[in-house]
């Protein structure tokens, strides 16, 4: 059973920020979150991962919240070919072996 | 590194076939994960291997699936019979501890 929560969809405009939430209120305290995109026909790339800080790679950003209940990925700059699925999971005791996938959140980024 | 390598890309087999999928993982990853992703069921976790021993097996879906890894450089997925309803695209993924999954390109069975 998922753990997450997210949107099914969004839209984006391109060159904009996209905000991509994730709600995880039964998120325990030695969980990280780990954000994950597929695009069409490709295998799912690893994004980001966080326990409580805020997190920036040259992919992203991830804000957690302080509760931890719920967070966010933005893609600072989006382009089009940021048009994919994105997964939120969460990960018992920071290990990722058994990541567990909901539906993710289709995001498509329009010219 | 050139990555996980998975093989074939594609496969088309009759049902009752014996199917075999391969995967060669990055260099000094410890972990390797096989997962099936059909639109009805998304991404499942069907196996995965630490140090090459199985580790948890509890998402193969029958006996008709066996996963092997003889070293830390090559393992096989291997369904036998294979049947209409195994189609779906394989991932094979690697990782260290505490780092993502690098996911593998995929492998698309369509049993007919």
């Known amino acids: 059973d998922a753990k997450t929560t997210q949107p099914p969809s969004m839209d984006c405009a391109e060159g904009r920020a996209a905000n991509l939430p994730c709600n995880h209120s039964?998120?325990?305290?030695?969980?990280?979150v780990y954000w994950y995109r597929q695009i069409h026909s490709q295998g799912p790339q690893y994004i980001i991962h966080g326990l409580k800080n805020n997190e920036t790679n040259e992919m992203a950003s991830l804000i957690i919240t302080e509760d931890r209940k719920s967070s966010t990925l933005i893609l600072p700059h989006a382009t089009l070919r940021d048009t994919a699925v994105y997964y939120c999971i969460v990960s018992p005791a920071g290990n990722n072996r058994k990541l567990i996938w909901g539906l993710g959140t289709s995001l498509a980024v329009n010219p | 590194d050139a990555g996980v390598i998975q093989s074939p890309r594609h496969e088309v087999t009759e049902m009752g076939q014996e199917v075999t999928l391969r995967c060669k993982p990055i260099s000094g990853h410890d972990y390797l994960f096989w997962y099936r992703q059909t639109m009805m069921r998304g991404l499942e976790l069907l196996i995965y291997f630490n140090n090459n021993v199985p580790i948890d097996d509890s998402g193969m879906p029958e006996d008709r699936f066996s996963a092997k890894m003889p070293n830390a450089s090559f393992s096989t997925l291997k369904i036998q019979p294979s049947e209409p309803r195994d189609s779906a695209v394989y991932f094979c993924?690697?990782?260290?501890?505490?780092?993502?999954?690098?996911f593998g390109s995929g492998t698309r069975l369509t049993v007919v």
């Open positions: 993924a690697s990782s260290r501890q505490g780092y993502g999954y690098t």
């Open positions: 039964t998120i325990s305290g030695n969980e990280y």
